[in-house]
Structures are given as C-alpha cells and as structure tokens.
C-alpha cells in the first residue's frame, strides 16, 4: 500500500492561545521539499486570525480534486494519440450544511477547458468520453462522499 504524507507546523509564538484570539497561520511541507503557506479560510475565521493569502484546507481540497482529474485526463488523451497543448481548470467548490446539519464541502465542479493540436484531433464527444473516464479513474474523487462534478469547456479554437 502506498502512502502519502505532508508535514503540518503550526508554532503558537508569543500569543496568549488561551483567549482564542491566535493566528491560524501554519506551514505545510510535502515530501518533495516544498513548503506552502497553510491558513483557516477567512470566510470560517476572520482576518487578521486567518492569512488570505495562504491555502486553506477548502481550496486544498478543492485543487487536489482539480490535479487528480488533469493527471488522469492527460494519461487518457496520450493513450489515445491526442495531443493536450493546455489544459486550464477553474475548479469551485460550494460549502453548506449537509444532511446532519453540519458544514461540509458539497459539491466540487471542475470546469476543464483543454487545447488540443496535430492532425489527429478529439471530437467534443470523445473529450467528454476522456472526462468521465478521468473522473471515474481520479482516486481522490472516488474517496470523498460530497458530490464531484465535471463540467468540461470546449472552446471553437484549438478544441
């Protein structure tokens, strides 16, 4: 069984902690070396308690969705002799309560839109094809329960 990590810091430094009133700033590290800012979304904890610029575990969860399907959906297009010059994707994701009542992320929709070029090109319905089979092939979109769309964007130019 494969495993994956990331290392998460987070030092309290001179803040009291006790008066809930302490940054959420943190630091997440990957097994690659690269550290990326981590913070709670300032829509959950205001500012200045949260740090907008860095990635919260909602945007995290959200890109992770986005980066399983594109590293499947690029596997796909080469096994099938399609060149992918771009592929760009503005993946949102909705958070509200659930069944229970309790805040969870409840739907994710991937918005990818792909260039393609050569002579050998894809039809609108083989690219849809390659999508659904990305989204059934990503691991990390068959692992969570909330519900994961994808909605392709098929531009006239360069499909």
Do not use: N
Request: glycine share 6%; charged share 30%; with cysteine.
């Amino acid at each position: 069984m494969a495993q994956y990590t990331a290392d998460l810091v987070w030092l309290r430094g001179e803040q009291p902690f006790l008066d809930k009133r302490y940054s959420r700033r943190h630091v997440l590290r990957f097994d690659g070396g690269i550290e990326v800012p981590g913070s709670s979304s300032p829509q959950v904890v205001p500012l200045p308690f949260s740090d907008a610029a860095a990635v919260d575990p909602e945007e995290a969860f959200v890109a992770s969705l986005s980066s399983c399907h594109l590293l499947w959906f690029l596997s796909i297009a080469a096994r099938r002799g399609f060149r992918v010059d771009r592929y760009e994707d503005a993946a949102v994701g909705e958070m509200g309560r659930d069944a229970e009542g309790r805040f969870a992320m409840l739907r994710v929709t991937l918005r990818p839109a792909v260039q393609f070029s050569g002579e050998h090109l894809p039809t609108p319905e083989e690219i849809d094809e390659m999508h659904h089979e990305a989204h059934d092939e990503c691991f990390i979109a068959r692992s969570v329960k909330s519900e994961v769309r994808c909605e392709p964007v098929l531009r006239e130019t360069g499909r």
